[in-house]
Antibody, heavy 118, light 108 residues
Framework: QVTLKESGPGILQPSHTLSLTCSFS??????????VSWIRQPSGKGLEWLAS???????YNNPSLKSRLTVSKDTSNNQAFLKVTSVDTADTATYYC??????????WGQGVMVTVSS | ETVMTQSPTSMSTSIGERVTLNCKAS??????VDWYQQTPGQSPKLLIY???NRHTGVPDRFTGSGFGRDFTLTISNMEAEDLAVYYC??????????FGGGTKLELK
């Protein structure tokens, strides 16, 4: 059974760095074909893919966020991480992590709300 | 970047009705399209991957079709639990992967 759970600061100030953790079970990020993706959703709005990291360490970021995104993983502890630098109010959203494989974003976490406010 | 345009943005339906949702890509994406369902307060759920393949446990009243630029999600016999927002996603070979703006299904 695949499960994922996001954790983060809840609220942070503009210009700071957002650090999120995705803790998962039921798969390994060292297994061929496995990946974890990050997607966000501002309240009442649509979904935006942010980044993905794969079993082999390859990463893909959404270029709309330029170089503000960093994804990484800790295979031993079944965790993936997302960092977003220089946040502003437009980064206020619910952030999801999702298991990613040959069949899309097939399992999602419950999401973590992040508010950027001074 | 490939833009995904969903239509309609909202739709009023009745229980038992057949519902067709559309998604159009700004360029060809082959069969690299998924459909997701999001009910209020919940995380999105994968319904269809690779344009036409149902994810594990998805009822067979959900059918996906399409290739290239035009894709369709059909709900053959609308149930109350299907009231939700539906999103298409394209995952072509080169990121960014992009979602459509969503279609909200409501009761008449």
């Amino acid at each position: 059974q695949v499960t994922l759970k996001e954790s983060g600061p809840g609220i942070l100030q503009p210009s700071h760095t957002l650090s999120l953790t995705c803790s998962f079970s039921g798969f390994s990020l060292s297994t061929y074909g496995m990946g974890v993706s990050w997607i966000r959703q501002p309240s009442g709005k649509g979904l935006e893919w942010l980044a993905s990291i794969w079993w082999n360490g390859n990463t893909y970021n959404n270029p709309s966020l330029k170089s503000r995104l960093t994804v990484s993983k800790d295979t031993s502890n079944n965790q993936a991480f997302l960092k977003v630098t220089s946040v502003d109010t437009a980064d206020t959203a619910t952030y999801y992590c999702a298991h990613t494989g040959l069949t899309g974003f097939d399992y999602w976490g419950q999401g973590v709300m992040v508010t950027v406010s001074s | 970047e490939t833009v995904m345009t969903q239509s309609p943005t909202s739709m009023s339906t009745s229980i038992g009705e057949r519902v067709t949702l559309n998604c159009k890509a700004s360029q060809s994406v082959g069969i690299n399209v998924d459909w997701y369902q999001q009910t209020p307060g919940q995380s999105p759920k994968l319904l269809i991957y690779g344009a036409s393949n149902r994810h594990t446990g998805v009822p067979d009243r959900f059918t996906g079709s399409g290739f290239g630029r035009d894709f369709t999600l059909t709900i053959s016999n609308m149930e109350a639990e299907d009231l939700a927002v539906y999103y298409c996603l394209q995952y072509g070979s080169i990121p960014p992967w992009t979602f459509g703006g969503g279609t909200k299904l409501e009761l008449k």
